[in-house]
């Protein structure tokens, strides 16, 4: 009877030393999951402060901007990844179907357009930037000089029909509708126009430049990131700028509601900043101006 009692003695305290031992691994267990759920949330939130910021630009003076920019935000944890488009139909295509982050390369009338002709959901972040729209011309001086019936090239955008018609109404040779905004005429609304120009709208932007080097036609207008882009000053090269309090300035667009976002804020922060306000009028003497 003594041999039973001291068996069932030892099989008891076993059992109770397996327990014990189950418990501590456990807790050991359970203190590592703890633990990786912990560096987890940790590595989420360091996400969420930085990270890679992906954007599309014109290169030039757009992705010129963005390149100072980037070294602004690196302080902020922000690597921005910037892709360069040379179109105005691309990267509004990119940013809709999240290619990217945002894009840097349009105005508020342009994405008035995009989004009413494609749909898009997207929205402006904030403007950064205007560049002067030019007339550039090889044999003439000044808009007045052009001769009757000129040709004058612009780019296929309809977005812009009035901000080319404005260099001619500011100077007197053509006349719109009244009671429309010069921003939003387009060349239907001409009322007078007694030098008889023409306005040739079948060029894509990006092309105006090769067609102004190759004289094809009396007067050219191009808007200035293609121009600078194609070794134009904006300032010296034209024979008609456009004012410095134009409404078209250049924003960063994103998807709607990204506006929030806090690594978009601080790219719109940087952009708008003194640095790079400065940075604009040392490198562009008058060719890209500041947004107010």
Known sequence: MKKYLLFFTLLAFAVLLTACGGSKDAVSDDSE??????????????????????????????????????????????????????????????????????????????????KESHDYDLESA??????????????????????????????????????????????????????????????????????????????????????????EAPAVIINSNFALDGGLNPVDDSIAIEEGDSPYANLVAVRSGDAERDDIKKLIKVLQGEEIKQYIEDNYEGAVIPAE
């Open 126 to 215: 904030g403007n950064v930037h205007i560049e002067p729209m030019a007339v550039y011309s090889k044999d003439y001086d000044a808009l007045e000089d052009l001769p009757d019936g000129a040709t004058i090239l612009v780019s296929n955008n309809p977005a812009e029909e009035g901000r080319f018609l404005s260099f001619f109404v500011d100077a007197g040779l053509i006349e719109i509708e009244e009671g429309i905004d010069i921003e939003d005429a387009t060349f239907d609304d001409i009322t007078k126009n007694e030098k008889n120009f023409e306005f040739n709208n079948q060029t894509a932007p990006e092309l105006l430049v090769e067609m102004y080097n190759n004289n």
């Open 33 to 114: 999951e703890s633990a990786e759920n912990a560096e987890t949330s940790e590595n989420e939130e360091t996400e969420e402060a930085g990270g890679k910021l992906s954007i599309a630009a014109s290169p030039a003076p757009h992705a010129e901007i963005l390149e100072k920019a980037a070294s602004l935000l690196e302080s902020e944890g922000i690597e921005l990844d910037i892709s360069i488009v040379n179109d105005y139909t691309t990267p509004n295509r990119l940013l809709a179907d999240e290619e990217v982050d945002a894009n840097y390369f349009q105005h508020t009338p342009y994405l008035k357009t995009e």
